[in-house]
Antibody, heavy 115, light 112 residues
Framework: QVQLQESGPGLVKPSETLSLTCTVS????????WSWIRQPPGKGLEWIGY???????NYNPSLKSRVTISVDTSKNQFSLKLSSVTAADTAVYYC?????????WGQGTLVTVSS | QSVLTQPPSASGTPGQRVTISCSGS????????VNWYQQLPGTAPKLLIY???QRPSGVPDRFSGSKSGTSASLAISGLQSEDEADYYC?????????????FGGGTKLTVL
């Protein structure tokens, strides 16, 4: 059973770059799409973007100018970078396998944007 | 404001049947399949329904989905206390900006 685990700083300062990594275990990162989704406290889900194991990406238009998703197949990891963060980027960030139809999620990690 | 529209709340008593609606447009529900997620407090979402009306293995048949035009619905029959959760619809949206995955705003289901 594939498992996903998010890792990265839980606190990021305004205007800085949020960086998270998702480590995939129990299966290969190859041949799948991998997504990042976030959920502000008490609010709904928002898709951030996805990457195919080959490196092709697709981002939410509302975040596209600030988002970069990359993959490292040698480490079975994929990563998220979100630049110029503000308090509005405070959320639980989930990594997941697939797009739209997702059966494997990470547990989520809370990232707070604050000085 | 979410691209897909859901009622913010719904409720029912144990054993009842409840439905949750999800309204979209021709660029999302009207031309793509709908998926539903259940999110229990403090946990990651769980896939409940995919491709409008398909249940993943392990999801009880009390849960069913349907789609008509630009709207979709999730029905829960024989309501149980453990069904108290947030429910989200999701679909692809094919707009001028490209293909985007969109969610509904979520519906909080309360079992009275």
């Amino acid at each position: 059973q594939v498992q996903l685990q998010e890792s990265g700083p839980g606190l990021v300062k305004p205007s800085e770059t949020l960086s998270l990594t998702c480590t995939v275990s129990g299966g290969s990162i190859s041949s799948y799409y991998w997504s990042w989704i976030r959920q502000p406290p008490g609010k709904g889900l928002e898709w951030i973007g996805y990457i195919y194991y080959s490196g092709s990406t697709n981002y939410n238009p509302s975040l596209k100018s600030r988002v970069t998703i990359s993959v490292d197949t040698s480490k079975n990891q994929f990563s998220l970078k979100l630049s110029s963060v503000t308090a509005a980027d405070t959320a639980v960030y989930y990594c997941a396998r697939g797009v739209v139809v997702i059966t494997n999620w990470g547990q989520g990690t809370l990232v707070t944007v604050s000085s | 404001q979410s691209v897909l529209t859901q009622p913010p709340s719904a409720s029912g008593t144990p054993g009842q049947r409840v439905t949750i609606s999800c309204s979209g447009s021709s660029s999302n529900i009207g031309s793509n399949t709908v998926n539903w997620y259940q999110q229990l407090p403090g946990t990651a979402p769980k896939l409940l329904i995919y491709s409008n009306n398909q249940r993943p293995s392990g999801v009880p048949d009390r849960f069913s989905g349907s789609k008509s035009g630009t709207s979709a619905s999730l029905a829960i029959s024989g309501l149980q206390s453990e069904d108290e959760a947030d429910y989200y619809c999701a679909a692809w949206d094919d707009s001028l900006n490209g293909r985007c995955w969109v969610f509904g705003g979520g519906t909080k289901l309360t079992v009275l």
